[in-house]
């Protein structure tokens, strides 16, 4: 995979959007990504991984944290990255979930997250997953193994150069996917701590068995017993001793069964004789109280006997009341056109009051219409003049406020010219007093001039002598020399002075020209005011035009307001004209048709009135006729005629059925009488009580004989479910014993757990083999930046049988012969080695990810704690690995690699904030 051009947009650092083509940097070598600390150069392989794969390249970055900080509201954030795999072109986009400004109206809306993948073939995939799976696809790897193939991390090349063996097994795990190999040694682990725990249980189950043994009090074997339960006894013996006890209750059980069979046959002919004597009392007392029922049952037949004579003495009222009823039901069906007759009169004279009250309501209607529409045609006609008003008002309002709007400028011209006064009597002000300070700075230096010069004069006159020369008029004379004054000033004090008074003509020149400028602008508008004011005031007095001036503006303002209210009234009028022409051709439509339906309504009032006359003659009639007044009064006599008879019926046949019912009962008795009579004769009474003590000390031993042969049964049914359960779990024991020494045997192999040996576990071995290849490809750079003095080499010997080994690193320095630790190696050593071994690694990865083609690496820092020569040499295998089809790119601040590396990407920080970058080939 190489990258042709990326694009970033609102992302990390870079708060605008900024392309990187790569392109410009070749097909292979060495370029340098360099900068201002914090700039955004990581920034670049975190934009290319989470264009791929949706993530960013460390974890100590969320995707949640990509919106730059810096970007505008409406600026999008987004990664576009174009590149060959296979000279095959692709061209992914992403952007993450943020908050961006609405397309329409104010306000913010959420952005949601969005993928783009446009295949050589043109064709679109813009669904997370389908995306997702065809980088995978195309790349051969996934995120992870993308980046520890392509970037070498800043802060991880020690990691893996100095981690011991336990923290080498956890890196190698996850690249070369080695876990089912650790989850085989866990899983043998826990399988044979699981055989362990499993043989423990059955030893605890087979120890609860024998310490549920039952056993008599009285038995020779309960010392043994006791043992057994102690845990003092061999399973094999506790066995035997459960067979022992099992024979002896066996036998006693057998003994104690015998015993009670021959109880049990003396109960029974006690039981026999017992109930013999118990059923001879009952016969005797059941016949005493059978006399007493015959007696009583021959007197309530004579009587029930009496009761249904007279019952059937009413039969000849039954006939006239089925008679009568007969008749009612004939007339039944002119009951029913009666009701049919009075609810038709009765909804008839309904409908005509509603009839009538809904032309009483129609005709007000028409009128309240009639006044509606003569009201709304008056409206209309004084709404007329509406819109011309409206036209000369908006035009009043529009000469209204342009003369306001002149006002209102003169007056802010007027205030303008006042404050420009005010500054120009400032700015005499100030110059005034620089000329005061001018004027006396000039006296003091004449002063001090004068001084000076009379003090040279004096100077020579001392040195003056008769007859010789004066050096000024040449006289030999000197008969009045010049004295030198007090408090003269230096030449030095003089020439400040003089400066001080250059520099304050210049303030009073500068303060002038001010006064002068403010001056000429007093007079401008001075001249455009006057004008002004002439013009929308009249010829008035400047001094009382800023009155004036505001008097008008308030007036105008308050016109303008009035017309105003004005206009929004006309325009409620225009609107409401425009209602009511679209109101009266309705109403007048509502009118024509209520004044119709009236004709129509009256209509069938009249043919209401019609039918009822007729109706009203039919229900006289049938009234006149009929016995009752209505069908529920005729159906009402009906059935009360046919309960009357149905209660006849049913007291003939109740009188009936219970005088059968007693002569039934009576020849019973006499039957029962003659039968136990027959049972009494030839029967003698039996000593109940005698026989019932017998019985009960029977019974009493009974019990006692099966409660002693319950308790031997069920401690020999205890003891053979003890002894079942014993023998089973014994060999499952054994069985489980079996089963754990060799799960054990393998666990510890492939644990690493075998005493006296190295602590190598299964997967550290498979490990190793991938180990060994690194430290091989990697060798073949560390000869290169170490000149030939290391190579690597995995340890051979763990230092100590304690804790896991096989993944250790040591050195070999060929200087001296020696091997050693790679902790041992100084700071610049130890980066090239992790360096070496990071390259070896990324080597090894492609390798075993099936030849995937990467054209491209990122090294991030490190190699600031190299010496000149060093660099160099690491530079040289770099460059040996940067062949014409792969690029390298180094992110580092060492200057001098800005020297030696032609190709850069320069990322810089803005004042305004965010980042830009240039690429330089």
Request: glycine share 4%.
């Amino acid at each position: 995979m190489r990258p042709v051009k990326l694009t970033i947009s609102a992302f990390g650092p870079y708060s605008k959007e900024t392309v990187f083509d790569f392109d410009k940097l070749g097909t292979g070598g060495l370029y340098l990504i360099t900068g201002d600390t914090g700039a955004g150069k990581t920034t670049i392989f975190d934009a290319i991984t989470y264009a791929l794969y949706g993530d960013p390249s460390g974890s100590n970055r969320e995707v949640s944290m990509f919106r730059s900080k810096y970007a505008s509201f409406d600026t999008p954030t987004f990664v576009k990255l174009i590149f060959n795999y296979k000279d095959r072109e692709y061209t992914v986009t992403r952007n993450p979930e943020y908050e961006r400004a609405s397309k329409r109206g104010s306000g913010s809306t959420v952005q949601t997250a969005g993928v783009e993948l446009i295949l050589p073939d043109g064709k679109a995939l813009t669904k997370t997953k389908e995306v997702d799976t065809a980088i995978r696809s195309i790349m051969g790897i996934d995120k992870n193994q993308f980046c520890q193939i392509a970037m070498i991390a800043q802060g991880d090349f020690l990691k893996l150069l100095l981690a011991p063996t336990k923290e080498r097994i956890e890196i190698f795990r996850h690249i070369f996917k080695t876990k089912l190999y650790s989850d085989l040694q866990n899983k043998l682990k826990q399988e044979a701590s699981s055989l362990d725990s499993n043989c423990s249980k059955i030893r605890q189950s087979i120890t609860q068995y024998i310490a549920g043994i039952s056993c008599d009090e009285s038995s020779l074997h309960s010392t043994q017993v006791l043992k057994a339960k102690n845990n003092e006894l061999p399973i094999d013996e506790c066995i035997s001793l459960l067979e022992k006890l099992i024979t002896d209750d066996s036998q006693s059980e057998e003994k104690t069964a015998k015993a009670i069979s021959e109880i049990e046959k003396q109960l029974d002919i006690l039981k026999i004789n017992i109930e013999k004597g118990e059923n001879y009392l009952k016969t005797k007392k059941a016949f005493a109280q059978n006399e007493i029922k015959i007696s009583e049952l021959t007197e309530e037949k004579a009587s029930l006997t009496n009761a249904l004579e007279e019952e059937k003495k009413k039969t000849s009222v039954q006939d006239e009341l089925i008679k009568a009823s007969a008749t009612i039901q004939a007339q039944l069906p002119e009951y029913d056109e009666l009701s049919q007759k009075e609810s038709a009169l009765k909804n008839n004279i309904l409908d005509i009051d509603k009839n009538n009250a809904m032309l009483t309501k129609i005709k007000k209607d028409i009128e309240d219409l009639k006044v509606k529409i003569d009201s709304l045609t008056e409206e209309s006609k004084s709404l007329e003049k509406c819109g011309e008003q409206k036209i000369i008002l908006e035009n009043d309002v529009l000469s209204l406020n342009d003369r306001l709007s002149k006002l209102q400028h003169l007056l802010q011209s007027m205030e303008t010219l006042k404050k420009n006064h005010e500054e120009h009597k400032k700015a005499l002000q100030i110059y005034k007093e620089k000329q005061t300070n001018v004027d006396t700075l000039d006296a003091s230096y004449k002063a001090g001039h004068k001084l000076y010069l009379d003090a040279q004069a004096g100077i020579l006159a001392e040195n003056l002598e008769e007859n010789m020369p004066c050096p000024v008029c040449g006289s030999l004379s000197h008969p009045k020399k010049a004295s030198k004054p007090v408090d003269v000033p230096t030449k030095e004090e003089l020439d400040t002075l003089q400066n001080r008074l250059s520099a304050a003509n210049k303030e009073v020149e500068r303060a002038s020209q001010a006064a002068g400028k403010l001056k000429g602008i007093i007079d401008e508008k001075m001249e455009s005011t006057l004008t002004s004011i002439k013009e929308l005031l009249g010829d008035i007095d400047m001094s009382s035009a800023t009155d004036i001036a505001k008097e008008n503006i308030n007036k105008l303002q308050s016109k303008i307001k009035r017309i105003t209210k004005d206009i929004e009234q006309l325009n409620k009028n225009i609107s409401r004209k425009d209602n009511i022409e679209k109101i009266l051709p309705q109403s007048t439509k509502q009118l024509e048709e209520l004044q119709n339906s009236i004709t129509t309504i009256s209509n069938t009032v009249t043919t209401y009135i019609s039918e009822n006359k007729a109706i009203e003659e039919r229900i006289a009639s049938l009234k006149s006729k009929l016995l009752f007044s209505s069908r529920l009064e005729a159906d009402a006599k009906i059935k009360s005629n046919n309960d009357t008879v149905l209660k006849i019926q049913n007291a003939i046949e109740l009188a009936a059925k219970t005088l059968n019912e007693c002569s039934e009962k009576l020849a019973s008795a006499t039957a029962t009488k003659a039968e136990l009579s027959k049972q009494l004769e030839g029967k003698e009474e039996i000593n109940l009580e005698d026989e019932k003590n017998k019985l009960n000390e029977l019974e009493s031993n009974i019990r006692r004989l099966r409660l002693y042969k319950e308790d031997i049964h069920s401690r020999t049914v205890n003891n053979q479910s003890n002894y079942k359960n014993i023998k089973l779990k014994s060999d499952e024991l054994a069985d489980a014993e079996r089963q754990y020494s060799l799960v054990r045997s393998l666990s510890d192999t492939a644990n690493g757990n075998i005493t006296g040996k190295d602590k190598v576990m299964l997967e550290t071995y498979i490990q190793m083999h991938y180990f060994d290849r690194i430290i091989s490809r990697a060798n073949a750079r560390l000869v290169i930046m170490t000149g030939g003095q290391y190579d690597l080499i995995r340890r051979r010997e763990a230092v100590s049988k304690m804790g896991q080994s096989g993944l250790d690193l040591d050195v070999i320095d060929h200087y001296n012969g020696t091997e050693r630790s790679v902790k041992s190696l100084s700071g610049g050593e130890s980066f090239k080695a992790s360096l070496a071994l990071a390259l070896g690694l990324s080597d090894e990865i492609q390798s075993s990810a099936g030849g995937i083609q990467l054209d491209t690496m990122f090294i991030d820092e490190g190699f600031g704690s190299l010496d000149e020569d060093s660099l160099s040499q690491a530079m040289n295998a770099l460059a040996s690995l940067a062949s014409n089809n792969k690029l390298i790119g180094i992110i580092s601040h060492v200057g001098e690699l800005k020297q030696k590396i032609d190709k850069q990407i320069i990322v810089k920080k803005d004042k305004t904030g965010g980042s830009r970058a240039e690429i330089i080939a």
